[in-house]
């Protein structure tokens, strides 16, 4: 078989797996431009190809053995209008799998195209490099009616892959030829056979992800507003300590989260009163520094109504705030209960690698592997995105709301820095005609003044 050498790039962590790759890829009848896997300046390498390539397509390895610029040159790529393709290795277990889930996030919102699946994935890089650019298609078959052309169909239909009613200029045609061979055509006249329909069904389906957004290689500029610094000096400063929710809001709203309507009151009247004015049902919290976890403490009441329910559950949470050892509690926090709307919740995590970062999901308590992982500064455009691959809908208001919400919450980050080590909000509530609002804030304050 004759390789034709291509536009790609292979960035592997070791010789032993760019063999691997490359043998894949060969047995396609393609080969890679520029291999790089060692460790000896292999990212400069790899940015010099990239820029010597009109549309590359990078197919990288991701691994913890190489820092974290990878992520940057695949920005490179797509600023270039190439593609990265990563193939995302899951034979790791333990903390190594937590880690790779949140590298191929990343890579995801970089706009890499990433799958476990190396044989799909190199079906995918062939078609995106036999129609030279990547852009937004639907797929459509062609060819008379047989057993294949059926099994076909119904394998794009369980890919999602039903044609849209919206119509693109370059809509992809899958045409079945009278020999059983799969084959797209180029508008110049070329032609591509493919392999089976299974793992042609699963290589559209990641290109795919192009239909309903392009990926861009510069950001819009967001702006943040202004910090309020007094509250900020006030409070992001030595000892290290957990702080309370209301602290922890009131450092959050110096960076515009807010967190609707509420008071943190110290009678059982002040807090029947607030309660009626917001003539809503509402949640009592205890509130007081090192203070998590309060739904197992008993610590929240919720959806309380009326005057007598509201002095009985103040004087409850008060008796738990007596009998828990020091710090004292601060006060009972009223607020108004929020239903509905579209709720997240966003956390601050550490990476060895790649640093801080923002990682979220949907609902409102952190549970499980997380949906959403952003690198620090977030755009309000890449935390879009990241929501709609979470399935959130891009032209509704509630998540452009929660997408704003999240640049904000990534730009406390990093504007803090090492004066904070944890940071938390769950949930993130967006609601249309509404202002968004962070019902819980948890920040703990690192103590290391700076040198």
């Keep these: 078989m004759k390789i034709r050498k291509t536009q790609i790039v292979l960035a592997a962590p070791d010789p032993v797996t760019s063999a691997h790759v490359i043998g894949m890829l060969k047995a396609h009848g393609i080969g890679p431009r520029v291999v790089i896997d060692d460790s000896r300046g292999w990212s400069a390498?790899?940015?010099k190809a990239i820029d010597s390539l009109a549309h590359p397509i990078m197919l990288l390895v991701p691994s913890d053995r190489l820092p974290g610029v990878q992520f940057d040159l695949a920005k490179q790529v797509a600023a270039t209008g190439g593609v990265t393709f990563a193939w995302s290795q899951k034979q790791r277990n333990g903390d190594a799998q937590g880690d790779d889930q949140l590298m191929d996030k990343l890579l995801d919102q970089r706009g890499a195209i990433v799958s476990s699946n190396l044989t799909a994935l190199i079906q995918a890089l062939r078609i995106t490099e036999f129609l030279g650019k990547l852009d937004p298609f639907n797929v459509r078959l062609k060819g008379r009616k047989s057993a294949l052309k059926s099994h076909l169909s119904c394998a794009l239909a369980h890919a999602d892959l039903a044609p849209?009613?919206?119509?693109?200029?370059?809509?992809?045609?899958l045409e079945i030829g009278r020999d059983g061979k799969i084959e797209i055509e180029s508008q110049d006249g070329r032609?591509?056979?493919l392999g089976a329909p299974d793992v042609i069904s699963t290589a559209l389906s990641l290109l795919c992800r192009t239909r309903n957004a392009t990926v861009s290689g510069t950001k819009p500029q967001f702006d943040f507003g202004e910090v309020d610094s007094e509250v900020v000096d006030l409070i992001a400063r030595p000892p290290k300590r957990l702080l309370s929710e209301t602290t922890s809001k009131r450092l959050a709203s110096a960076?515009?989260?807010?967190?609707?309507?509420e008071r943190l009151c110290t009678s059982p009247t002040e807090a029947s009163r607030f309660a009626s004015d917001l003539k809503t049902p509402v949640v009592l919290k205890l509130v007081r520094p090192y203070l998590e976890g309060k739904s197992n403490l008993g610590a929240i009441s919720q959806k309380v109504t009326g005057h007598a329910r509201v002095r009985r559950e103040y004087h409850s949470l008060q008796a738990l705030g007596t009998s828990l050892a020091p710090p004292a509690a601060l006060g009972i926090l009223v607020a108004a209960h929020v239903d509905g709307g579209s709720r997240i919740w966003l956390k601050m995590a550490e990476h060895p690698v790649f640093g801080r970062l923002v990682i979220g999901g949907h609902g409102d308590t952190p549970s499980g592997s997380p949906q959403m992982v952003l690198s620090l500064p977030i755009i309000e455009n890449d935390a879009q995105k990241a929501l709609c691959s979470m399935g959130f809908d891009d032209a509704d208001e509630e998540t452009k709301k929660l997408a704003h919400a999240t640049a904000l919450f990534g730009n406390m980050i990093r504007h803090l820095g090492e004066k904070i080590s944890r940071a938390e909000?769950?949930?993130l509530v967006a609601r249309k005609n509404a202002e968004t609002m962070a019902l819980d804030v948890l920040i703990e304050i690192d103590g290391v003044p700076a040198l």
């Design 45 to 47: 390498r790899a940015r």
């Design 164 to 173: 849209m009613k919206q119509r693109f200029q370059n809509d992809l045609v």
């Design 191 to 193: 032609r591509l056979t």
């Design 255 to 261: 960076f515009g989260i807010h967190s609707g309507p």
């Design 425 to 427: 909000i769950h949930p």
